[in-house]
Every structure is written in C-alpha cells, then in structure tokens.
C-alpha cells in the first residue's frame, strides 16, 4: 500500500513550548490529509482535514490557534502544537491517500506521541 | 445513537481458531468501508478497503458488508498469535475522512 511518513515518533515538551509534527507522502501526491488525534484505550478523533494550497478545516471544539496545520506541498503537512500543555498529551496520526477525499483508502502515518511536562 | 458502533471487547481467542469482528453504522449513505489493524503505540494499518455491499477475500481475511443491514463483518481464519492488535472498522465520511469504531482489542494465546 502507500506509504505516509510521520515525523517525529515521539517528542517529550516542556509546558509552554511548541511541538512541529511532519506528515509526508512518499509515493503519491495528497491533495488532502486528516490529522487524528488518539488517547489512551480510545479511537481516532478527527482534528482536521489539511487541503494542499488552502486553510485548513478544524473538527467542532478543536481550537485552530492552538494546531496549526500547513500543507504546503502535495507531499507533506505539518501540525504544530502551539503553547502546549499536559492535556495536549496524547497520540497524533497524520493520514492520507492516492485517491482521498473521493475515496475512503486512506494510509496511516506511525503517529508521533507527544508528552507535555 | 453514534455512526459507528462496535464492541471494543477485549476478544480472546486460541491460536487457530476463526475469529469474527464487527461494526455497525446508522448513516445509510456510507459506501466505503475499511478495517484497520492497529498493533500498540503504533498507527493504524489497512487491511482491507470495501466499496458497497459484498464479500472481499485476501489471504486469512475477509471482509463482508451487508448494508441492508447496516454490518460489516471481518472474518480472519487460522488467527495467529501475531494477529494480536486491536482492530477497528471506518467508513468513509461525507468530507473523505474516516469515522472509526471505538477498536476491539483481540488477543490470539498460543
């Protein structure tokens, strides 16, 4: 299948700091990837749909001047945590696809786990 | 009522044995289905990709989708203990992104 890449695997913050996520496609061009969010023994929450070349759409109750999404390039989009704190903790999963958002088959990035002190 | 149900489990299942997976969904305008296996501190895999109603084969899995009923099933015969992992069902929402079942942890003892 294709192949998304997440950026780092994990990053342990200081409270107050901000934290860049980087979420690449290797073997395809995506117009549109999603930013999930996951916590401890629960699913995946949708953040925010990035869309190449425009702003992107936040999810009801996720504050778009806290996760600053770029996507720049038909190749990656960026999360950046801004200001963390303890709570932001949690598990973020980039994802994509050839043929998103007409089509469902979407591929994960391995996530990157962010620990705010 | 939520889009997407289904029993987080945990599931535990000798090696060998036949082990069914499933969702249920409420929104009749789905048409694209997927599983995803989802192994600890990791993302999620796909690990099979369904477009409507119907059966799909591929090596020890099949997926069926019956959307009269509003089920999707995920079968994975000879399970193994490496088959481990939790695993979630998604639908394709209106915006392309994925809305996910809450996982059912399965767990394959030797």
């Known amino acids: 299948g294709a192949v998304v890449s997440q950026h780092p695997s994990w990053v342990i913050c200081k409270s107050g700091t901000s934290v860049k996520i980087e979420c690449r496609s290797l073997d395809f061009q995506a117009t549109t990837m999603f930013w999930y969010r996951q916590f401890p023994k629960q699913s995946l929450m949708l953040m925010a749909t990035?869309?190449?070349?425009?702003?992107?759409?936040?999810e009801q109750g996720v504050e778009k001047d806290k996760f600053l999404i770029n996507h720049a390039s038909l190749t990656l989009s960026t999360l950046t945590v801004t200001s963390a704190h303890p709570e932001d903790s949690s598990f973020y999963i980039c994802?994509?696809?050839?043929?998103?958002?007409?089509?469902?088959?979407?591929?994960f990035g391995e996530g990157s786990r962010l620990t705010v002190l | 009522q939520k889009e997407v149900e289904q029993d987080p489990g945990p599931l535990s299942v000798p090696e060998g044995a036949i082990v069914s997976l499933n969702c249920t969904y409420s929104?009749?305008?789905?048409?694209?289905f997927m599983w995803y296996r989802q192994y600890s501190r990791k993302g999620p895999e796909l690990l099979m990709y369904t477009y409507s109603s119907g059966n799909k084969e591929d090596g020890r899995f099949t997926a069926q989708v019956d959307k009269s009923s509003k089920y999707i099933s995920l079968f994975i015969r000879d399970s193994q203990p490496s088959d481990s992992a939790t695993y979630l069902c998604?639908?394709?929402?209106?915006?392309?992104?994925?809305?996910f079942g809450k996982g059912t942890k399965l767990s394959v003892k030797p």
């Open positions: 990035s869309n190449e070349g425009s702003k992107a759409t936040y």
């Open positions: 998604a639908m394709k929402g209106s915006q392309g992104n994925l809305i």
């Open positions: 994802s994509a696809g050839p043929t998103a958002p007409n089509t469902g088959e979407l591929f």
């Open positions: 929104n009749s305008a789905f048409q694209y």
